[in-house]
């Protein structure tokens, strides 16, 4: 396959366009994997993001392809293409021109990293990275919080705090930096965090018997459920009622539930799991709500697929961990990883559920609103110590850009990112970081008990499925073809 790229501007922003040569049904699934990848109709062709990560993704989900550069009669046009040992895409973006209007206030060294208070944002340095030091230094460049490409000025822009001078004192060597001020004494932790702006409710069209929707929320809301589960019941409950909405809900029938769960599986297709959360919301509402529990007290469970998790080799964890150059992203999965975390729980730990005397991790309100202990690695603790020495978190042991608990889509996110340039299994999540702890602790020998308390299940036989994954002991069996004389 041969696929052509050429700069492209999206919404005054350097892009990539990406122009397929030949028709394969299988590419927009394969673009789709590349965050922030669009398609243009009016150009019929994709475009991805002016970024490493971008680019990586674009390689590797295309191996075999022939990649090369549209010509352009514009000589200054950036140069895309690319080579075994250095990507241009990897260079800052138009890094060979110089600005159209530079500003007389920003530095502009060829031989050093320049620092400038940025004339138009007094809250932000501007930073001038020349093309000479972009191999070496435009990694790290990335990795300061809240860095921001100008692409008009041909310079980045960083917060102007503490966090960020700590940043460029710790990982970019004095000799390095020119800075065309001495910073003050005055500066700031953290930016202000800007006024956040309040979503609105989402649009629910309600039920003609929505009362029975609000009463199944308040037996919900007494019973202490999570906001999910009263969510994913209320929405359950709701589409029941509408489909039959000219019936009072607690004169519906045994026979019409099951022709409705019937409808579900046959003409919707809802999977097992889904079929099995609707039930127990008609189930709660029938036995908690209105007392008509033989109505429900026989209803048909559905038999579950038994799926086997996936897992990660240690080979793949270690590639994907290395992978990450941002060291809070870095300690976020290896966190993960090392204490067989689940995504809710590595956002919610704070600085004091650290316990390194120990080596023990203190998890609070996991899934059923359990605590437990989990292990806190050694190597960890070593770059979590060097994590809280420059970004100095407050509450949350991650906090957000602008403060705060660090969001969940944001370490999918950064799972992704490192999935793609890893090389790992597409289909891998956040989640499989979980299973491959508790997978690896077994192929170790470390008994099936110590591995329920650590992963905080309640009953064993949620742990006992990894033993159907672990190859331990599998060098010492033969197939039995072998000892036939074929």
Request: glycine share 4%.
């Amino acid at each position: 396959m041969r696929i052509v790229i050429t700069p492209f501007q999206f919404d005054n922003r350097e892009r990539i366009a990406v122009k397929h040569q030949e028709y394969d049904p299988n590419i927009p699934g394969k673009m789709k994997q590349i965050p922030g990848a669009r398609w243009s109709g009016e150009h019929r062709f994709w475009h991805i993001a002016y970024s490493v990560e971008a680019w990586s993704a674009l390689q590797e989900l295309f191996p075999d392809a022939e990649i090369v550069r549209e010509s352009t009669s514009d000589s200054n046009a950036t140069d895309l293409t690319c080579t075994e040992e250095q990507p241009a895409v990897s260079t800052t973006p138009k890094a060979k021109r110089a600005p159209e209007n530079p500003h007389p206030e920003i530095l502009r060294w060829e031989q050093a990293l320049c620092i400038s208070r940025c004339p138009w944002n007094e809250q932000y340095l501007a930073l001038y990275l020349p093309y000479e030091l972009v191999p070496a230094y435009l990694a790290t460049v990335k990795n300061i919080h809240g860095r921001r490409w100008n692409p008009e000025q041909l310079v980045w822009e960083a917060p102007y705090t503490r966090l960020t001078l700590r940043f460029l004192e710790k990982y970019i060597p004095e000799s390095v930096l020119k800075w065309s001020f001495t910073p003050g004494g005055d500066v700031p932790e953290r930016l202000p965090e800007p006024e956040r702006v309040q979503r609105l409710p989402e649009k629910v069209i309600p039920a003609r018997y929505e009362a029975a929707v609000v009463a199944l929320e308040q037996v919900m809301t007494l019973k202490r459920y999570s906001w999910r589960s009263v969510k994913a019941y209320k929405n359950c409950l709701r589409r029941f009622i509408r489909h039959y909405d000219d019936i009072k809900p607690s004169d519906i029938t045994r026979k019409q539930i099951d022709a409705y769960l019937l409808e579900l599986i046959k003409e919707r297709h809802v999977s097992a799991s889904h079929q099995s959360q609707v039930m127990s919301a008609i189930k709660m509402f029938y036995t908690t709500v209105v007392d008509q529990e033989e109505k429900v007290q026989t209803l048909f469970q559905p038999k579950r697929d038994q799926k086997l998790p996936q897992v990660l080799t240690e080979g793949e964890v270690t590639a994907l961990l290395q992978s990450v150059g941002n060291p809070k992203h870095r300690c976020i999965l290896m966190l993960v990883y090392s204490a067989g975390l689940r995504l809710g729980e590595v956002i919610n730990l704070r600085l004091a559920d650290l316990q390194p005397e120990q080596n023990r991790l203190f998890v609070r309100g996991g899934k059923g609103k359990k605590d437990r202990c989990t292990l806190l690695s050694e190597k960890v603790w070593d770059k979590l110590q060097h994590y809280i020495e420059v970004y100095k978190p407050v509450d949350w042991l991650f906090e957000g850009q602008d403060g705060g608990q660090y969001s969940e889509r944001s370490v999918q996110k950064i799972f992704t990112m490192a999935k793609l340039r890893a090389g790992v299994q597409l289909d891998a999540t956040v989640h499989t970081l979980r299973h491959s702890f508790a997978t690896h602790l077994l192929e170790k020998g470390v008994d099936l008990r110590y591995i329920q308390e650590l992963l905080g299940h309640e009953s064993s036989k949620t742990t006992e499925i990894y033993t159907h994954i672990t190859h331990k002991g599998w060098n010492k069996i033969k197939s039995p073809i072998d000892d036939l004389a074929i």
